[in-house]
């Protein structure tokens, strides 16, 4: 067990937020060493399971409470808007990765049926370099597409006839 333990003067007014395994032994330190022992009126211990969900809670503590006397693991803004936005983050890589596996699938699609229109622009009587010049493509690149496409749909043409 971990506790979160606030230290409060006498007019209740936050002095101090802190994490120990031993509460009671901390705050009799802050009572014999801390510059605003004077000022210690009373504490109030919370006990958590975990150390981690006990420094969550501090950091929490520290950032919405503002203790007049905590220096360190103060923060802009809270922990939990810090974590939700690096959740949304994690939730965008995500959706950009799904996103552009999605436009890699439409593009080979879309590239498969680009290829076959050459195949057939050239069956029709276009020359490569005509295709070469309409595709933006290199004379090789084009003849390569048609090579490939034209043969796969050369044998599927004759499975089908056959």
Not at 126 to 150: F, P
């Amino acid at each position: 067990m971990t506790a979160l333990y606030r230290i409060f003067d006498a007019e209740d007014r936050l002095l101090y937020v802190g994490i120990s395994g031993y509460p009671v032994t901390r705050l009799d330190a802050h009572r014999r060493g801390a510059p605003w022992r004077a000022e210690i009126a009373r504490h109030a211990v919370e006990e958590f399971p975990t150390r981690q969900q006990a420094a969550f809670a501090e950091s929490e503590a520290i950032n919405i409470e503002r203790p007049r006397y905590n220096k360190q693991g103060r923060r802009t803004e809270p922990q939990s808007v810090t974590l939700a936005r690096q959740e949304t983050v994690e939730r965008n890589k995500i959706a950009a990765r799904e996103g552009l596996a999605r436009c890699r699938e439409e593009l080979a699609a879309t590239e498969e049926r680009f290829q076959l229109s050459l195949v057939n622009a050239r069956k029709a009587g276009l020359s490569l370099r005509e295709l070469a010049s309409l595709s933006g493509r290199s004379t090789e690149t084009v003849r390569k597409a048609i090579r490939i496409n034209g043969d796969s749909r050369t044998r599927v043409e004759r499975e089908v006839l056959a």
